[in-house]
């Protein structure tokens, strides 16, 4: 709620949990933007980072995002304590 929050109150578009593919691989990230040239951004909250096999889907996600050439934001705990300094900083690297 906090990231979705965020992007509404900056004025950002956004899909909550859209399926994209990669490859034959359905994803669903948890927020998807578009920066401003256009490409698609994938937003994910990585949130139980002390349970091992979270831990590995997570890994295989983010392979799955690099290896399509797919823009990523992680997101974190800390991240979301402060989004009006730390998410938003993840978004304009990323052009959004």
Not at 61 to 73: E, M, P, V
């Amino acid at each position: 709620m906090i990231i979705d929050d965020h992007l509404y109150k900056t004025g950002r578009a956004h899909a909550y949990e859209p399926v994209i593919f990669c490859g034959t691989k359905k994803l669903i990230p948890d927020f998807l933007v578009k920066n401003g040239s256009g490409e698609d951004v994938c937003i994910e909250y990585w949130g139980m980072m002390d349970d091992e096999a979270y831990r590995r889907r997570m890994e295989l996600k983010r392979g799955l995002y690099a290896s399509n050439h797919i823009r990523l934001i992680d997101v974190t705990d800390e991240d979301i304590k402060s989004p009006d300094l730390f998410l938003e900083e993840k978004l304009r690297r990323q052009g959004c």
